[in-house]
């Protein structure tokens, strides 16, 4: 990852051939990178090891559907944006407990229109150019890892980059250490061999920790329950 920033990563899990193909030239020339895969238990295979901005996901799909994706991965504290973009009219899955995708396009609209929503989950999920602006002194851009505090721009290694991203996408909300381990790692952080994480995940959560906090307004607090929340204060 250079400066210049990165590419917004799609994983796009979609079996009919044609369908595939002409998405994902939407895709390219909107300017995403995008992974590709023809069943879903490829795609949670690829969900586990890649750090993806958005999915997009048919419903019908050898292996696991979409909607067994989407429910596994909001089971385990994933809130990766997810469109689905099928033609089984399941809106259903846009409010459904357990399942909670961010947006259903219907493959039967208009190219123009996709792009149209497309774009609109993925400002709605990382901000507008991907920017959040913590403070008048404070702002984190979640496409380049670049953290600015007072004017200094300080860009961010592959782990603390996506930590902050991950706790600047929940901070309405908070985010756990078993949902960033499991983000991070993919790994179960009760399990006794993995305790190591703890400990790792602390370590970064305090390096960040003391950049945002030169704005005295930012504090990155564990509050009870044990999640991790951004907490900005009024001037």
């Known amino acids: 990852m250079g400066k210049e920033g990165r590419k917004i990563k799609i994983l796009y899990a979609e079996d009919n051939a044609e369908t595939r193909e002409l998405y994902l030239d939407i895709l390219i020339a909107m300017g995403y990178d995008v992974c590709t895969v023809n069943d879903g238990d490829e ?11 958005l999915l997009l996901l048919d419903v019908i799909l050898p292996g696991k559907r979409g909607d067994e994706i989407l429910r596994w991965m909001r089971s ?8 689905i973009l ?6 259903t899955l846009l409010t459904d407990e357990g399942y909670e995708a961010d947006e259903y396009i ?36 979640r496409q380049t890892y670049i953290l600015t505090i007072d004017g200094k721009a300080h860009l961010l290694n592959y782990m603390h980059g996506c930590i ?6 929940n901070k309405d909300r908070g985010v756990s250490p078993e949902d960033l381990c499991m983000q991070l790692w993919n790994r179960n952080l009760h399990e006794e061999k993995n305790n190591r994480l ?30 991790y929340i951004l ?3 009024a001037d």
């Open 76 to 83: 385990r504290g994933d809130r990766t944006p997810v469109v």
């Open 86 to 91: 099928s033609s089984t009219n399941r809106h």
């Open 106 to 141: 219907d493959k039967a609209i208009s190219n123009s229109e996709f792009e149209i929503r497309l774009k609109k989950v993925l400002c709605r999920a990382w901000g507008n150019g991907m920017e959040d602006q913590l403070t008048d002194r404070v702002s984190f851009n």
């Open 43 to 53: 795609a949670v295979r690829m969900c586990k090891y890649g750090n993806f901005d």
């Open 164 to 169: 902050l991203s991950i706790i600047c996408a």
């Open 198 to 227: 703890l400990e790792e995940l602390r370590s970064y959560i305090s390096y960040i920790r003391k950049l945002l906090e030169k704005d005295p307004r930012i504090k990155l607090k564990k509050i009870r329950g044990g999640n």
């Open 231 to 233: 907490s900005i204060m």
